[in-house]
């Protein structure tokens, strides 16, 4: 098997000015998106001998424009730790970005599956097994965490390497999403209260998220006390994001969100505005926003971009 | 979520003597599945805030009683680079060990799906989605890699972290073992010839048997020159095992290999003895064998192990 060639981390030369992102979310979010997007483009370029097809199914799902929520908070929470004198996102805070979109899109691919949630629509189109197969798509997703961590491996600085793939790897594993995943499969034991529901959402939601932050933090070599800050931070939006969700299920259209909405109700399954109903939802969601925001009063300016972040979560009507 | 508890790497209780494995390949095999067995023992209680679902089907494949052949190399590998006085497995041999093997684990349980090869059957028992529904089992095999990258990060000196993850990630990926899996699971274009033969099973088996070797090499922090010795060991093992493996599904009895046996001739499948006759595939196993003792020809007394390995795939009749 022939070695890859390693992945240039350069800045990308369609990104001319990073440094002058504001604080408007939406821009964030567009920069740093196209920043991972492009990194991927070269990523796929770097398995040469592997066959034609699983790139394709993997390009397929990665290319398919989500909102890379995850890839900003990583390299906003980056960029709040650098002190914001950094004018490119350090290889290892990009490398992190691209890892950590490769275990959410492969967990959306998996979670599509006839097997499981059953979904035609994704980000507005046919999802990854209605176009290339079921076995295609198990394989695509499974290729997608390898690549993740092949990405770490080969892009980061040696000494960041373990804490970063540790962190992906437990946030990913059976006590993180897979876990929650796993509860939230199981007819048989629905949560049946706010406390079961929120420990529900850390694992399956919340893990990815609070990891995003801490990963930011790391691959910027903070202290332990900001990557306590981002880990704080990080499990409110965390929270914050999954109600808004919920809510959006129960009222946007398919049309807004490019995948079937009120799926939820319709398999009958506890959400945040089951339970507390949706005017409290949405108060419960603000309240986590005052606390995430709350978490980062002590990164002061540099905190701007994060701040903006948290406000779009819980704003969103995507 | 919960940090994980540390895993304990000290020497498990009931393998009293390892440094007094002999020769023998079923005894060394047996010691070392052993030590892999009671580390995943400790694994699987690391996870203390997983839900008890995932664990029980992650426990059930892993705990299946496999040959133990990955871990086997990995360990044999390291004792050979370590110049043979080191009484216990270094952590990170053991940890490479158990993380091998959760990723060859992974890949049984999802290979077995309905899906994909539709097996009953493995190690004589139900498959996976047989006995936990194939949602889980897909989860399951999920859980499993981002278990094995864990295990890797958390047990390993920070310095071996990035080298080990990287050989393991790669070797799994599109260009490694899912990448051959994928061109296996292509009806439209099987392999014509040898050549294309070959190059499938270097991804499908090929990759995670030559990583093994190369990351017990890593985890005794080997130069490069043993690496590649045990790089080319590992290749040549790799695809005598693979021909093995093709002679046995002709052979073999369902009994004796504890699943379902001549799927290759019944789905089709170009393998060795279609394309060279029985016994031209048992030369080519011969060949391979040879090239394989050749290279670590080097190592002398040392190499004792690896050599009884290699003659043990070749000879074995499971």
């Given at each position: 098997?022939?070695k ?7 800045a990308?030369t369609?990104?001319e ?5 504001g ?5 964030m ?16 370029k770097?398995?040469p001998?592997?066959?034609p ?10 290319l398919a424009?989500?909102?890379?929520l995850?890839?900003?908070?990583i390299?906003?929470?980056w960029?709040a730790?650098?002190?914001g ?12 970005a691209a ?5 959410h ?5 998996h979670d599509d599956?006839p097997a499981?949630?059953?979904?035609d629509?994704?980000r507005?189109?046919p ?5 290339f ?6 394989l695509?997703g ?11 491996a080969?892009?980061c600085p040696?000494l960041?390497?373990?804490?970063l793939?540790?962190?992906l790897?437990?946030?990913?594993g059976?006590a993180?999403?897979?876990?929650g995943q ?9 949560p049946?209260?706010l406390h079961?529901l929120q420990?529900?959402h850390?694992?399956k ?5 609070t990891?995003?932050?801490?990963m ?6 903070a202290d ?13 939006l ?5 109600i808004v969700?919920d809510l959006?299920d129960?009222?946007?259209t ?5 995948k079937?909405t009120k799926?939820?109700?319709?398999r009958?399954?506890v959400?945040?505005p089951?339970?507390?109903?949706l ?9 986590n926003?005052?606390a995430a925001?709350e978490?980062i009063?002590p990164?002061g300016?540099e ?5 903006a972040l948290a406000?779009?979560v819980?704003?969103r009507?995507?």
């Amino acid at each position: 098997m022939s070695k890859p060639t390693n992945i240039p981390t350069h800045a990308p030369t369609n990104m001319e000015k990073p440094a002058d992102i504001g604080a408007d979310a939406t821009e964030m979010l567009s920069n740093w998106g196209r920043a991972t997007t492009d990194y991927f483009g070269r990523l796929l370029k770097s398995y040469p001998t592997a066959p034609p097809k699983i790139l394709e199914a993997v390009e397929y799902s990665l290319l398919a424009g989500g909102k890379r929520l995850r890839p900003a908070l990583i390299l906003e929470s980056w960029r709040a730790c650098s002190g914001g004198d950094a004018k490119y996102p350090a290889p290892a805070a990009l490398a992190a970005a691209a890892a950590m979109e490769l275990v959410h899109t492969f967990s959306l691919v998996h979670d599509d599956l006839p097997a499981m949630d059953d979904d035609d629509l994704r980000r507005g189109r046919p999802t990854n097994h209605k176009v290339f197969g079921e076995a295609t798509a198990i394989l695509a997703g499974d290729a997608m965490v390898a690549m993740a961590f092949d990405v770490l491996a080969r892009n980061c600085p040696p000494l960041l390497v373990g804490p970063l793939v540790g962190e992906l790897a437990h946030a990913t594993g059976p006590a993180g999403m897979i876990g929650g995943q796993v509860i939230d499969m199981d007819g048989e034991h629905p949560p049946r209260n706010l406390h079961e529901l929120q420990s529900l959402h850390r694992m399956k939601t919340g893990a990815l998220l609070t990891a995003s932050c801490r990963m930011g933090a790391i691959a910027a070599e903070a202290d332990a006390e900001n990557i306590s800050r981002l880990d704080r931070y990080g499990r409110h939006l965390g929270l914050a994001f999954q109600i808004v969700d919920d809510l959006l299920d129960e009222t946007a259209t398919p049309e807004q969100m490019g995948k079937a909405t009120k799926k939820d109700a319709e398999r009958g399954k506890v959400t945040y505005p089951t339970l507390l109903g949706l005017e409290a939802s949405r108060r419960e969601a603000e309240r986590n926003l005052a606390a995430a925001l709350e978490a980062i009063v002590p990164l002061g300016a540099e905190g701007e971009g994060l701040r903006a972040l948290a406000k779009f979560v819980v704003e969103r009507r995507v």
